[in-house]
């Protein structure tokens, strides 16, 4: 069974879902508080039997994921597909993953199977189960496919943080739980990534560390959450995961500066990076209060 969480759909989420359905029991689609914006695809998706439930209010990612977890949990699922609503999975995806499962050892503890690859970018395996599966510390959970045993000893999505972080905060639990993170051999999603803008630091165009002359660029309102929840899981997770926490601070100090120093709305990134700062170090999760999320949000 899979879960498909829904933002302010268009009409290109019924193509994805419907190379989804084509591989699974039955897709449970969350409406995460698109109101009236969402009607015309939710319809479609309705006619189409997708089963569709609608939150009241928009509450991230996590909230959407978990109410359909709880769903597919209920009605029996063994494995749940999880995929974002701009997510594609190429024919016969589900099954190399389960095929992923069926040829791990007990030993492995395998707890969730993810793409090779995304977008033509291949994952790089840290290491090699006993069996030769390629393991992974973490990866994005759109494409993910985890067991029951996994989500019922590990938990559900973490909703404190929303949205940014909620998969990274996942695979960090459930490795901490004794569970295993594998690719499944040969596969690609195709996935949107967030925008991409011009390095143009103070006006000027120059090469980016990566030697491209873009990056990859996200909103104030996302950089608050990206900022914050880093930080809170650093604090969460620095005794067991010391090696993540290094990588994290070193993959996310470049992008922050880049979108001070570069990108529109440089102010209100350097608001989002400092709120979001003080949040994380008081620990501070939910949404983002309501005052500095309007401010963040204006055009």
């Not at 609608?54 to 009605?75: F, M, T, Y």
């Not at 739980?177 to 390095?199: N, Q, S």
């Not at 030697?211 to 660029?217: A, D, I, L, M, S």
Request: charged share 25%; glycine share 10%; proline share 5%.
């Amino acid at each position: 069974m899979a879960v498909v969480p829904l933002f302010r759909p268009d009409h290109r989420v019924v193509d994805n879902i419907a190379a989804l359905a084509a591989q699974v029991d039955r897709v449970y689609a969350v409406d995460d508080g698109s109101g009236q914006a969402a009607d015309a695809v939710v319809a479609e998706l309705a006619d189409a039997g997708i089963r569709v439930a609608r939150l009241e209010r928009n509450s991230g990612i996590a909230a959407a994921l978990n109410a359909g977890v709880r769903s597919a949990l209920d009605d029996g699922a063994d494995f749940v597909v999880n995929t974002d609503q701009d997510t594609l999975l190429p024919d016969g995806y589900v099954a190399a993953c389960i095929g992923t499962f069926d040829r791990a050892n007990a030993v492995t503890r395998l707890g969730i199977v993810c793409a090779d690859a995304v977008n033509g970018a291949p994952s790089i395996p840290t290491w090699r189960s006993p069996e030769g599966l390629g393991l992974v510390p973490e990866a994005i959970q759109s494409g993910f496919v985890i067991s029951r045993e996994c989500l019922e000893r590990s938990g559900l999505f973490d909703e404190r943080l929303v949205i940014d972080c909620v998969d990274t905060e996942f695979c960090l639990r459930v490795r901490s739980h004794g569970f295993r993170i594998a690719v499944a051999d040969g596969t690609d999603i195709a996935h949107e990534l967030g925008e991409m803008v011009p390095y143009r630091p103070f006006g000027v165009n120059r090469r980016n560390r990566n030697g491209t002359f873009e990056y990859q660029y996200h909103s104030p309102f996302r950089q608050y959450y990206i900022t914050r929840n880093n930080i809170d899981l650093i604090f969460r997770y620095f005794r067991s995961h010391r090696r993540w926490t290094l990588a994290v601070v070193k993959r996310q100090t470049g992008p922050g500066i880049d979108a001070v120093l570069s990108g529109p709305h440089r102010f209100r990134h350097a608001v989002a990076i400092a709120a979001g700062g003080l949040h994380g170090f008081l620990r501070v999760r939910g949404p983002v209060p309501a005052r500095l999320g309007r401010f963040l949000r204006r055009a």
